[in-house]
């Protein structure tokens, strides 16, 4: 059969459908199948088998699958694949509408042109428009260099794009493959960045270049991969195994957040609804009574407490590897959404450095932009002393967790297991920093600084006048200290002055925070006129 023959007769109805079905087939894999087979055999997906497998069966409805670049540059008007390098539509994930585009690194390396450009800031105006999450599924190296700069063009319509949707609807970017230069820009504007492990890569310059300015030698996995952004760098939210984990993650953590700014978090309702203030407790809020060990210096898993009271004992971690000196996730509490700050006492005893402060920083501003309540679990004996902190700019960074807290006008929560020393009194959801409610266990230590350093302090001259008399300073000290701890070291000081709304047993954890949600659904705050506040950066 002869090519004439088998090209369609363009003047029959079903001539012109039969080429439509043609156009639309060479879309599904516009490099051709050989392509997808190697993408497979690498143990990975192709850009449109993503999107089908994030998105409920079925659902997924593709625009622009036939655009075409328009560029005649260095022989590129040869070479013109369907769909230019990236996949765009809408679909539902667990029946809400979301708006997704999957970049196809097989097409011209995933290199962003004018066509691939204009289908993203298409589908970010539709996500924009009809309020709903926009997913991005990236796999790019960076700008189309044939088709100049026009491409960085393209880019800055994106990244102002994102600027605009930040805080109006969830933006949520997966690397799924190497993304270098521009690409990299557009999800760190992002709200959340998922990587896949081992697969995953993100720099502004590649191995190659660092070799070549600063001699230094480094892999593409030591200087961008998935563990780097997790546990170093702090721009990834997740590490995964692979493809469907990535995008099992994503399904999950969409159902925790709202469709955007104006609607509410889609409820589940727990399984067993469990804990109130006086009755119903049962053996798991029993067990918070006695999580605390005797011994203020011994540590203990904020997760085991958190996980006690929460609906379902699940708690969706973000960020699980870096700062791991404090929590900071998602979880419901009678089925309502809720964002977690913790501090965690196995990890630098809890203290607040740079990167945690950095990171509550920024997950406060996530759920208040989204109107999640803030639940915080304290404590913590202060901020890590060091100079390395303080030449860092602790000072700064640290003011940025401050800031974040003081702004949020969604509810706010706190729970003072034990320790809230100084400094990290005031930033870990203190009343006078704006808390609704804070609630103390007997357990709880709320002072200027601990014992120890108190001591050393106030009784100065009381110990060298003891040294000088031949005294067992230690035992001095000691008697000291254990005056100090019932005078200022305990709840009811605070609880006093008002500063600790009640002091409450472990137990009655999950009915106080239960109660005071409900209430909380009504909170309004009248905030002064203002363009915007100038967070310390």
Known sequence: MTAAQTKPDLTTTAGKLSDLRSRLAEAQAPMGEATVEKVHAAGRKTARERIEYLLDEGSFVEIDALARHRSKNFGLDAKRPATDGVVTGYGTIDGRKVCVFSQDGAVFGGALGEVYGEKIVKVMDLAIKTGVPLIGINEGAGARIQEGVVSLGLYSQIFYRNTQASGVIPQISLIMGACAGGHVYSPALTDFIVMVDQTSKMFITGPDVIKTVTGEDVTQEELGGAHTHMATSGTSHYSASDDSDALDWVRELTSYLPSNNRAETPR??????????????????????????????????????????????????????????????????????????????????????????????????????????????????????????????????????????????????????????????????????????????????????????????????????????????????????????????????????????????PSETRGQIIEGLRLLDRKVVNVPAKKHGNIPL
């Not at 704006?434 to 001591?455: E, K, N, Y």
């Not at 100090?484 to 709840?491: G, I």
Request: aromatic share 10%; net charge negative.
């Open 268 to 505: 589940q309702e727990a399984d067993i609804m469990i804990g109130s203030i006086q009755e119903n407790i049962n053996d798991v809020d029993l067990e918070l009574d006695t999580i605390i060990p005797d011994s203020p210096n011994q540590p203990y898993d904020m997760k085991e407490v958190i996980s006690r009271i929460v609906d379902d004992a699940e708690f969706f971690e973000i960020q699980e590897d870096y700062a791991e000196n404090i929590l900071c996730g998602f979880a419901r509490v009678e089925g309502r959404s809720v964002g977690i700050v913790a501090n965690q006492p196995t990890q630098f005893a809890g203290c607040l450095d740079i990167k945690a402060s950095e990171k509550a920083a920024r997950f406060i501003r996530t759920c208040d932009a989204f109107n999640i309540p803030i639940l915080e679990f304290v404590d913590v004996p202060g901020f890590l002393p060091g100079t390395n902190q303080e030449f860092d700019g602790i000072i700064r960074r640290g003011a940025k967790l401050l800031y974040a807290y003081a702004e949020a006008t969604v509810g706010k929560i706190t729970v003072i297991t034990r320790k809230s020393y100084g400094g990290a009194y005031c930033v870990m959801g203190s009343k006078d920093m704006g808390a609704d409610l804070v609630f103390a266990w007997p357990t709880a230590q709320i002072a200027v600084m601990g014992a120890s350093g108190a001591v050393g302090f106030i009784y100065r001259k009381e110990l060298k006048q003891a040294a000088t008399e031949g005294k067992d300073v230690a035992e001095v000290m000691k008697g000291y200290e254990q005056e100090y701890e019932e005078t200022l070291v305990n709840p009811y000081v605070a609880a006093e002055r008002g500063l600790v709304d009640a002091v409450i047993p």
